[in-house]
């Protein structure tokens, strides 16, 4: 029995609509930077080049995000998957196609956000500069997985896929609409480097990363159907098991920092268990 509504059908037609085309952009921004590091790094190292090129805006950036600590280290969260993805389970029942592209862009993010750490080995800022001399916020972090911020692209994937998800018709809409979701995107990226975990261009490479790999996402699940079985309800046990373990699992990070966003994810999570034990017990009995 599968679960088909009005809103995955146009979240569907939505990701028809996503074109390779839309990876040029990106691709070309991290053309330019890596050659950028290659060509012009005077005699230097490309790691060395890369952290002084921005020390200044390192600094800058912290100093002034680090301003509202409660905030950043709040925002900094939704760069965790166990944090984020809760906040769209609900789609799981309404939206499942979202969910196919949310799944196989999570898998493609691992190994490469992994890949990329280690080809880079990039000193994190507290491994590097005095930690007396920048905010930290939260638990220091200091070892060479600086680039690319996977933070970042673990929140580019959510906020990509939400935005071409439900992107509108009218062309003057869209403008406003993808404005508000990059946006969006960039404030809970450079949270990152608010709570003094990277670098600014680590989080700029992270979030393009994280756009590029959810538009290859969706045209995966576009050819093909890796995840249908999302949508049948018979499935929906192992759904709800997997909300009260999850859900478990935000209430030990409650008891051991107590953040309202973590209060957010753990009211949705809640919520999207109801309405999928309802909907199971439903169209079964």
Known sequence: MLNDSKLDRR?????RNVKFGL???????????GFYFILFNEGDSCIDRYINIQK?????FNRQLSEFPNLQFNLTQLGDVLVFFPLITIFIIYAPKLWEALLTSAILSLVMSATLKKLFAVPRPAAIFDNE???????????NTSLPSGHSIAAFIVITI?????????????????LFFLTLGLVISFSRVGVGAHYPFDVIVGSTIGYIV?????????KVSCWTWIKNIK???YFILFLIIWIGVIIAKILVNNLPIFYFSLFSLVLSLCLITIAYVQKRY
Do not use: C, T
């Open 235 to 237: 499935y929906y046990p």
């Open 162 to 178: 939400l935005l071409f998800a439900f992107m509108p018709k009218k062309n003057k809409h869209k403008i406003i609409w993808s």
């Open 11 to 15: 979240v569907s037609d939505n990701f």
């Open 214 to 222: 959810a538009i290859i996402g969706i045209q995966i699940n576009n």
């Open 133 to 143: 001399s920048f905010v930290i916020i939260g638990r220091a972090l200091s070892g």
């Open 23 to 33: 990876l040029i952009p990106p691709f070309s921004l991290l053309l330019l930077f």
């Open 56 to 60: 200044d805006l390192f600094f800058y």
